[in-house]
């Protein structure tokens, strides 16, 4: 959604406000896409990084460009949630995104270090989040994001806190059999950034699409 829409954080601040107002009723019947940019990247400035990885180049703009370009092209409500005092980890940054939106339908956890992301695989994965709580998608047998979950798990991600994102609540989601496991063909699902070396991966993965 472009910054009309009533989940758009506009200023990539962690912003967290009521939110009652949607521009239409569709909107209300969408889940939400939560970017997660509140990270520090610490392994890719290990790397040699000169840069927080969400704002190296990449195919001739940021990563975080291209994953927030996935997002509007879906059609999907967004949320990000940047680093701000008292997040600490992940689980804080799902908190903080689930709180911001609580009148979804549902979400999408979407690390923003997934650039090459496609819109398809968003719309796929809130699509059969209306067949289970739980959406994990995978590409080539591995796990990726983002994960979906319905309006039924909001109190369990209200109460993630710290450094641990959501694993635990898909595992007990898994132990009741009401995970669907979506395998898509989309490696950018699974190509997150985290090292200098990711970062020349996603280059060749772009020139191959493109190529493609």
């Excluded at 290990?46 to 180049?57: D, V, W």
Aim: net charge neutral; glycine share 8%; proline share 7%.
């Amino acid at each position: 959604m472009d910054a009309q829409s009533p989940w758009h954080n506009s200023n990539w601040s962690q912003r967290i406000e009521p939110i009652s107002v949607f521009s239409n009723l569709e909107d209300r019947l969408l889940p939400v896409v939560i970017v997660l940019a509140a990270g520090r990247g610490e392994r890719f400035l290990a790397s040699g990084g000169q840069t927080h990885k969400l704002e190296a180049p990449l195919a001739g703009k940021r990563v975080r460009d291209h994953t927030l370009a996935a997002v509007r092209a879906s059609g999907l409500p967004w949320w990000m949630v940047k680093a701000a005092p008292g997040l600490r980890g992940m689980g804080d940054s799902i908190r903080a995104g689930v709180m911001a939106t609580q009148h979804a339908p549902g979400w999408l956890v979407l690390p923003a270090d997934l650039p090459l992301v496609r819109p398809a695989s968003l719309l796929a994965v809130a699509q059969a989040l209306t067949h289970a709580p739980v959406v994990v998608p995978h590409c080539d047998g591995k796990r990726g994001h983002p994960v979906g979950f319905d309006s039924t798990c909001m109190h369990a991600l209200l109460a993630l806190e710290g450094n641990e994102g959501a694993g635990p609540i898909v595992r007990a989601q898994r132990a009741s059999d009401m995970v669907v496991d979506l395998a898509l063909n989309d490696i950018g699902v699974v190509t997150d950034i985290d090292t200098l070396d990711d970062l020349a991966a996603a280059e060749q993965l772009f020139v191959q699409r493109r190529a493609a």
